[in-house]
């Protein structure tokens, strides 16, 4: 009997080494796969800052100008020649330049931008015209890539955006002090343009935040009501399963398929407006409403029962019953599920390359059926310029992006953590 | 004791024994089955309930005595694939019939869960929700009284009138149940239906909800389902005992637990089983 019992006691403890190599070993994936995903993220947010970090700031350049009188019609201030005043300038400052060649190279070190600042200078204050005024203009992006160090003077000239003699006007320049870096306001405040040193991410900030008001206002209301009235209110039976297995599925569908659905219905049948906010919204309805009403129903379905009986039990109707008690309980879900579904929505552009908010648009949307890009659309038509100043503005896109997404995603923690309840 | 056994009613015979009726009662169930789906819970049970009586049920889980309490309210049509039929009557209404309205049905017939359950909001807002809903009071210092009055009745008045704004769920578990009886009473309810209200709780807070069931009796029909022999004795007029779906006795308490007519009955509060 007790030789038995010795003998279970040692089998058991032979087992035990191994058993413990397998959990450690077990262990030590588990580590392993957290430190390379960790790894990747890592790399991917370095990356991205290293190449975009330096778009929030952009090379100026300063100029004399000479407002001439002449060359101003105070009648006509927004037709005149201001592109005029800025070449003078610059010849005025390398008087040795001669040639209409070398006049040309001359001139586009400084951005097509310089010509509208003075526009906006003199349109705002008459008084400057015929006096002389130091001007800070944003200078043309080779210049801005040459500052930043993104061109390489040791190459040969023919391959370089910048040539010999551009580069000794712009040491010139740098030794008079008449370059500088300054924050990149632009960048937050302008639309696209063709010109990298002009162009900014207002424009489809703007897309984007229209077209996510649509889909809130569209998809939160029509989500809790759906996700009330089939966890609530619908006897269970064939249909409601039936609705249930679809929106499941609909939540899977991939979200170029919405994109589709959105041309066929909402630009072709009922001709709304191409490229606008409103459909992009429209569109990103139907692709976040299964989100946020799964999400609502398990937010309903954790409300425990016993709530419900409570107030059923002392004569409150079904209606007053979710309104008054079940409803405030879930919200919190109800509003972590719908943030992260507009996060998703933020993030996503082939449904909106489907409906046209693919266009180059240098104007800001002035409302829900103007033109308009939204961000990650944005992001996608940067990345096909061939500038080289737009890969850090593409760059600096993906970080402005991530950090609305990240703000998103954290406020739905922030909310879980602080209305989860403990039953 | 053989000669005596072999009186009981056998364990095969199910139909009814003992004071199932009473002159001129508050409700009255005939016939009622209930079903969850296919299963049948409760079957052709009987009884009357008398006014200001309190009636305990008895027997072991699962045998559909919260299932039939809950019929007394039409709780379990809130249950998609519960179904009752039979007759039960209220004053001489029939509580199943299309005119009869579920909610005054329930602000006349109160109840009290296993588990306490109030709403995660003040305890005067837990009080106060009934006679807002039911539009029972004209003004906020109506309101006021209603609530004292009831947390009073409920015999919590003195713990908690200091802290009336503060969570009804930070309260200790026998705290909370008396406040959920507060909150039945605030909607003055004739009848109350308590299931099982005290198996979550403590000896102390037992015996306080015993105290106060007592008390209340004196005001309100009340019903309520116990797994406890010895509670059901110590605030009972009479006692159900359920069998596996069926009604098998109804007697005053004091002679059901003494001389049981039934042997199921008899076992069960022997001890055999439970
Ligand atoms: N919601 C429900 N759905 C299906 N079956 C149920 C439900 N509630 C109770 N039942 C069944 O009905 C029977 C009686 O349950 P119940 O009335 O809760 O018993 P008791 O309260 O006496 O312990 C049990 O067999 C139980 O499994
Ligand atoms: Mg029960």
Redesign the pocket.
Known sequence: MSQQKISTIELVNKGLAKRYRAEKRFRLIGLGAIVLSLTFLAILFATITFNGYTAFQQTWLELTIFFDPQMLDAKNLRQADYDGLVKKSLRDNFPEVSGRSQKKDLYTLVSSGAAYKLQDMVVADTGIIGTTRQVWVPASDDVDMLIKGNIDRSQPESDRQLKDIQLAWIDQLVKEGRLAKRFNLAFFTAGDSREPELAGIFGATIGSAYMLLITLLLSFPVGVATAVYLEEFAKRNRWTDLVEVNINNLAAVPSIVFGLLGLAVFLNFFGLPRSSPLVGGLVMTLMTLPTIIIASRIALQSVPPSIREAALGIGASKMQTVIHHVLPLALPGMLTGTIIGMGRALGESAPLLMIGMVAFIVDIPGSLTDSATALPVQIYLWADCPEQAFMERTSAAIMVLLAFLVLMNGTAVLLRNRFERRW | MVEKKSQLISVDDRKTVGQQFVENPRMTCRDVNVY?GD?H?VHDVSIDIARNEVLAMI?P???????FLRCLNRMNDT?D??RVTGEITLDDNDIYAKNIDIVSLRALVGMVFQKPNPFPKSIYDNVAYGPTIHGLTESKSDLDGIVENSLVKAGLWDEVKDRLDQPGTGLSGGQQQRLCIARAIAVEPELILMDEPCSALDPIATAKIEELIAELREQYTIVI?THNMQQAARVSQRTAY?HLGDLIEVGYTDRLFTTPRHQLTEDYITGRFG
Not at chain 2, 61 to 67: A, E, I, M, R
Request: glycine content about 18%; proline content about 0%.
């Open positions: 969850y299963k819970a027997g889980s699962g045998c559909g005595k919260s299932t249950i694939i519960c389902v359920f």
